[in-house]
C-alpha cells in the first residue's frame, strides 16, 4: 500500500461539501468515484486536511490517498483529471511516508474572503456582491480582534457537533484591490462556517451596525448573532494548508478580477 500526497483545487458550487455524505455531492466522493475506475478492484482510502461548507472552493485542498499501484505520481494526477469533472482538477500528486496524514500533520489553514463593492455579471458564483458602503479602515483595525486563541461557540453551527470550540486565531490581513475588500483568515483549524460568520461580523462592523464591543462580548460570551451575519458560500476559498517546514503565500491578491472601470 503506497501513500500519496494530493494538491486539488475545485469550484465548490455544485457540491454540498469536501466531505462524502448519503443523498449528495461531495469532492470527496466524487474523488472516491473517479479512483474505483482508475484502480478498479484495489481498496481506496482519501483523507483531506479539513472540511469545507456547501459551495466553498478551494484554491489548493490537501488530501492523502492509500492505494496498492505502481502507477507514478504523475500519471495518477493525469488519470484522475481525465475522469474528473471541470470544476474539480488535481494539481500535483506526490509520493509521501506512510505516517503523513492530510489532517492531522496539518499546522495551520488559511482562507480568503472575497467581497465585491459593486454588481458583477461575471463573479458572482466568487464574490459577495454588498450595496451598502463599507468602512473598510474601520473593519480592518476590530479584526485584530479575532487574533489569539479565543472560544468560537458563538461563530459554530450548533447542528455540528465539535470536540473543542477553541480556536487559534494567527493572523487577520484586509485588503482593498479595486472594487474588492479581500480577507485573509489564518488559524490552526476552524469550526463549520466560523469563517463565514467572522466575515459577516466584520460587514456588521463596516456597515457600522457593530462594534468591536460586540466581538469582544461574542468570544467571551456564547451568542446566538453572528449566526444572523452568516457570509454566503460563494466568496470563501481554502487558500493553503500549511505542513512543517513550509511556509505561508505572502502576497494577498484577487482570485478573480473586477474591473473598476465600469459601472
Request: hydrophobic share 35%; with cysteine; aromatic share 10%.
Amino acid at each position: 500500500m503506497a501513500r500519496f500526497k494530493l494538491y486539488i483545487e475545485y469550484e465548490g458550487t455544485r457540491y454540498s461539501g469536501w466531505q462524502m455524505q448519503k443523498n449528495s455531492k461531495s469532492i470527496q466522493g466524487k474523488l472516491y468515484e473517479t479512483a474505483e475506475k482508475i484502480f478498479k478492484n484495489e481498496r481506496v482510502e482519501i483523507y483531506g486536511s479539513g472540511r469545507t461548507d456547501a459551495g466553498v472552493h478551494a484554491i489548493c485542498q490537501v488530501a492523502h490517498l492509500d492505494v496498492k499501484t505502481m502507477l507514478a505520481p504523475e500519471i495518477i494526477r493525469m488519470k484522475f483529471n481525465d475522469e474528473l469533472p471541470s470544476d474539480i482538477n488535481i494539481v500535483e500528486v506526490e509520493k509521501t511516508h506512510p505516517r503523513f496524514h492530510a489532517r492531522h500533520d496539518a499546522l495551520s489553514r488559511s482562507y480568503i474572503y472575497q467581497i465585491s463593492r459593486r454588481r458583477t455579471s461575471f463573479g458572482k458564483p466568487f464574490v459577495w456582491w454588498i450595496k451598502d458602503e463599507l468602512n473598510f479602515e474601520k473593519m480592518n483595525k476590530v479584526a485584530k480582534h479575532f487574533i489569539g486563541m479565543h472560544d468560537f461557540v458563538s461563530f459554530a453551527d450548533k447542528d455540528k457537533e465539535e470536540k473543542s470550540t477553541k480556536v487559534l486565531i494567527q493572523d487577520i490581513e484586509l485588503k482593498e484591490e479595486g472594487d474588492l475588500i479581500l480577507i485573509r483568515i489564518i488559524g490552526s483549524h476552524f469550526l463549520w462556517k466560523q469563517v463565514r460568520r467572522m466575515v459577516g461580523v466584520l460587514v456588521e462592523i463596516g456597515r457600522g451596525k457593530l462594534s468591536a464591543k460586540d466581538i469582544d462580548y461574542f468570544l467571551q460570551h456564547e451568542s446566538p448573532t453572528p449566526a444572523k451575519y452568516t457570509a454566503p458560500p460563494s466568496g470563501l476559498f481554502l487558500e493553503q494548508v500549511i505542513y512543517e517546514g513550509e511556509k505561508f503565500n505572502n502576497e494577498l491578491k484577487p482570485l478573480i478580477s473586477i474591473t473598476n472601470t465600469i459601472r
